[in-house]
C-alpha cells in the first residue's frame, strides 16, 4: 500500500487520519529512554519582537535539538528538495516551520503547535513514539498542566488542560473519525465582521465572538477541518485587527501596537475563565507580493507574534490559541502587487465548531 498522502495544510480538505497513532493511546507520558524532560530558560523563546520568527533552533546543552526534544525529528532532518511521501516536495525549512509543496502545487506547511505553551520556566517532557507522534507534558509556572498530543509532522491531535485545582478540560480532539464536511451544504458565511481598533468596545467583541452560524451546520469538526477548509470556520464571526499593521516582509508586533490588544486581550481572557474549553483560531494572511512558500511562512509567523503579544502583554492563556497562517491564498483584494489590506491578522472563536455543546 502506497504511503498515505500529507494532508495539505491551509488549503483544500485534510487527508484523514488513516488510523490513531500510536501516542493517543496514553493520556500522559512515561518514563523511558524515548522521554526527554527540561525546563524552557528564558531566552529560549520567541517573542512577539523576534525579528527571527522564522529561525533554526539552536542545539541545547545536553546535545539534543530542539526538534528532536519536540519529537519532530523528521521535519528537523529535512532539506530543500527532499521528499516527505508521495511525492511531497520540502521548500523550506525554517527549524519551526517547513514548507512543503504537493504534486499539484499546492504549498503547505508543518509547524510546532506547542511552540505558544513553552514559555520561560514551563517544565516539558515529551515522549516520542516508534511512529514518530509525541505526547508532550508541559507544567506552566502557574501549575497549569498541558497535555498534547501530536503527529510525526507536528500536527496538533488532542489537548487536554488540567488545573490545580483539580479541574479538567478536553480541548479539541482529532483523533475522532469524522467526514469530510461536505461544502455544498455547508451554511452560509456569518455576515459579522468586526474591524478592532482602540476605540472597539468589549461588549461588541464578545458579542461578535458569541455570534452563531446563520444555520446550524448539523454537525460539528476537527480542528484540523476548521483550518484547512475556509467554508468551515467562515461559519464562525471574524474580528479583523487593524491596530497592527505588518510592513511588507515583516512578522513584528511593536509594543506600542501590542498596547492597543487590552480590549480584545480582556474579552478573551474573560470568556476563557467563565469556560476553560475556548478555543481561538489565529489567522495570519500575507499580500502576493514575492515567494507563495515565503508569504506562507511569514504569514505564519504574523499569528504566532500575534498571539505570543496576547499572552505576553495581558496573560490570554496560550493553550487556548491555536496559530495558523494561510499566506496569499485568502486574498482580502485580490492584488497581486503590495496590499497592507492583505496584511493582517483574524480572530475567530472556534468553539462551538469543535464541541458540540460548546454555547
Do not use: C, W
Not at 515522549?127 to 500536527?155: A, C, H, K, Q
Not at 464571526?237 to 505588518?246: G, L, N, R, S
Not at 502576493?288 to 504566532?304: E, F, H, K, T
Request: charge should be neutral; hydrophobic fraction near 40%; glycine fraction near 8%.
Amino acid at each position: 500500500m502506497p504511503p498515505a498522502r500529507l494532508p495539505p495544510a491551509g488549503s483544500g480538505a485534510p487527508a484523514p487520519l488513516a488510523s490513531p497513532p500510536l501516542a493517543a493511546r496514553q493520556t500522559d507520558v512515561r518514563p523511558g529512554p524515548d522521554t526527554h524532560e527540561y525546563t524552557v530558560p528564558k531566552g529560549g523563546v520567541p517573542g512577539s519582537r523576534d525579528t527571527r520568527s522564522l529561525r533554526v533552533f539552536d542545539r541545547s546543552r545536553d546535545g539534543l535539538s530542539d526538534f528532536e526534544k519536540f519529537g519532530l525529528i523528521a521535519l528537523g532532518a529535512a532539506v530543500a528538495g527532499s521528499i516527505l511521501s508521495n511525492g511531497v516536495e520540502v521548500v523550506q525549512n525554517y527549524g519551526d516551520q517547513l514548507i512543503y509543496r504537493d504534486q499539484d502545487g499546492h504549498y503547505g506547511l508543518y509547524h510546532d503547535d506547542d511552540v505558544l505553551l513553552r514559555r520561560p520556566g514551563a517544565r516539558v517532557t515529551t515522549e516520542v513514539f516508534p511512529d514518530g507522534s509525541v505526547l508532550t507534558r508541559i507544567v506552566l509556572v502557574n501549575r497549569i498542566i498541558i497535555i498534547t498530543l501530536r503527529t510525526r509532522y507536528g500536527r496538533v491531535l488532542r489537548r487536554h488542560v488540567y488545573y490545580p485545582d483539580g479541574r479538567a478540560y478536553l480541548l479539541f480532539d482529532d483523533t475522532r473519525i469524522l467526514p469530510p464536511p461536505v461544502i455544498a451544504i455547508l451554511p452560509p458565511r456569518s455576515p459579522v465582521h468586526v474591524l478592532y481598533t482602540e476605540n472597539t468596545g468589549p461588549a461588541l467583541l464578545r458579542a461578535a465572538f458569541e455570534a452563531r452560524p446563520l444555520q446550524p451546520p448539523g454537525r460539528y469538526f476537527t480542528l484540523e477541518q476548521v483550518r484547512s477548509i475556509p467554508q468551515v470556520r467562515y461559519l464562525v464571526p471574524e474580528v479583523e485587527i487593524a491596530t497592527v499593521d505588518f510592513p511588507s516582509g515583516s512578522a513584528e508586533v511593536l509594543p506600542e501596537q501590542a498596547r492597543t490588544l487590552g480590549t480584545l486581550a480582556r474579552v478573551m481572557t474573560d470568556m476563557i475563565a467563565e469556560n476553560p474549553s475556548e478555543v481561538f483560531l489565529i489567522e495570519g494572511h500575507s499580500d502576493a507580493v514575492g515567494d507563495p512558500a515565503i508569504n506562507l511562512a511569514l504569514s505564519q509567523a504574523r499569528a504566532q507574534s500575534m498571539a505570543l503579544a496576547l499572552t505576553e502583554y495581558f496573560g490570554v492563556p496560550p493553550e487556548n490559541l491555536v496559530v495558523s497562517g494561510y499566506g496569499e491564498g485568502d486574498l482580502r483584494q485580490p492584488t497581486q502587487g503590495p496590499d497592507p489590506v492583505n496584511r493582517r491578522i483574524i480572530v475567530r472563536r472556534i468553539t462551538a465548531l469543535l464541541q458540540p455543546t460548546a454555547p
